[in-house]
């Protein structure tokens, strides 16, 4: 499987950074430009149900090669972060020395535990003037490279593999217009984590929650007992939220709230928090505690100045798939037999798998072996890609056999 390199570097120079701001699905018009690429490989294997519908996803079915009953979905998505925006230009370094690797506009990758173990691999990295991409065409490439290998004439008998590249992730809306009944998976993975040999199936229960605070604007020069101003009362709200209880002072399972984005100005501002837990009771003791400061802020300066909109985005998607455990311990399996230690961590944050697992289609990550996501200094080494293209034939070659 020779190929998934080629497919990374092919994929990763089609720019499909996905917009928030954007109300079209997909957000951006480049999303279209992979899908018809991946469509036209697809079908190029002779996978001629291969198709990219109406809202840029894309969906393929590798039918049965004998007697294989199970229905294995994998899944990535097609869309870049938007935390450095512009074209990709990867970078090959072939033989890796362990020194820091200084990249354009004085990028340099250095101070990273990792990086003394992949001395002597080839990286691939970017150029320094944007994301690499490797969330999730690394995810993409695999899955393509898997696709090749089931279709060549000496492939290995398996069960029906069905293929569907996302739009949107990054943003929030990869699964919102996914075809799960069309999908026609028993069960499935998504191929979009990171260092090679992470296995995910923990991740938070999300809310967001957007406060608006209505001040009242006077003359400063008389303002004495009279002017509510929003800005002041917003950091007065934001300080009674637990210092210990954000980001920047959490990891593993310990939840927090974050102020993502403020507006406003004196007479009205308002901020977008997000609210996250792993676990269900956390979760709600967390919205809760927001809803109590609002209202202990309203009785302090009136009705109505602080209004809290609080929203559930997603759950935990670990007590559907621990009724499914068979798909960590043969990701487990699979990876071992591949030479991969693998780990099985929490996700800091949300996946596509978690939405699709409480639709009906239980579905962990995998890792695809790429570092460092959504920044200048985001690196995959070549090996991995190969390695994880392995990880999921093998998964294949698993659920081919009738017990598993």
Not at 63 to 89: Q, R, W
Not at 253 to 268: I, P, T
Request: charged share 25%; with cysteine; glycine share 10%.
């Amino acid at each position: 499987m020779s190929n998934v390199k080629e497919n990374f570097l092919r994929y990763v120079q089609i720019e499909t950074t996905s917009s928030e701001t954007s109300g079209t699905c997909p957000s951006t018009p480049n999303q279209w430009v992979l899908a018809k690429m991946l469509v036209d490989e697809l079908h190029a294997m002779g996978i001629e149900n291969a198709r990219v519908d109406d809202h840029c996803y894309v969906y393929a079915t590798i039918p049965a090669k004998g007697n294989h009953p199970a229905k294995v979905g994998l899944i990535s998505h097609m869309d870049t972060s938007d935390g450095v925006k512009g074209p990709t230009h990867p970078v090959i370094i072939e033989h890796y020395d362990g020194r820091a690797i200084t990249l354009k506009n004085g990028v340099v990758i250095d101070g990273f535990p990792f990086l003394k173990d992949l001395q002597g691999q080839e990286l691939i990295v970017t150029s320094g003037d944007s994301v690499l991409g490797a969330d999730d065409k690394a995810g993409v490439a695999e899955i393509m490279a898997l696709c090749k290998r089931l279709t060549a004439p000496d492939a290995p008998e398996h069960c029906t593999v069905c293929i569907g590249f996302t739009p949107d992730e990054e943003i929030g809306r990869g699964t919102d217009l996914f075809d799960v009944k069309g999908f026609g998976a028993d069960f499935g993975f998504t191929v979009d984590g990171g260092e090679l040999g992470e296995i995910e199936y923990e991740n938070f229960n999300a809310a967001s929650a957007i406060l608006t605070i209505n001040g009242t604007s006077i003359h400063p020069g008389s303002a004495k007992n009279k002017m509510k101003n929003a800005i002041d009362l917003f950091t007065e709200f934001h300080s009674m939220l637990p210092e210990n209880m954000r980001p920047v002072n959490t990891e593993g399972y310990e939840g927090f709230y974050m102020a993502d984005e403020v507006s406003g100005g004196v007479e009205k501002l308002t901020a977008k928090y997000i609210i996250r837990d792993h676990d269900m009771e956390k979760f709600g003791d967390k919205k809760r505690f927001f809803a109590s400061v609002v209202d202990f802020l309203n009785a302090k300066y009136g009705d109505d100045v602080f209004v809290a909109d609080i929203k559930d985005s997603y759950y935990n998607m670990s007590e559907i798939i621990r009724k499914n455990y068979h798909l960590i311990e043969n990701a487990e399996k699979a990876m071992k037999e591949c030479g991969i230690e693998p780990e099985i961590i929490p996700i800091r944050g949300g996946t596509d798998g978690a939405r699709l697992s409480f639709e009906g289609l239980p579905c962990p990550n995998l890792s695809t072996g790429g570092l460092n996501f959504h920044g200048r200094k985001e690196f995959i080494p070549s090996h991995a890609l190969g390695k994880m293209t392995e990880v999921i034939l093998k998964i294949i070659e698993i659920y081919s056999e009738k017990k598993y």
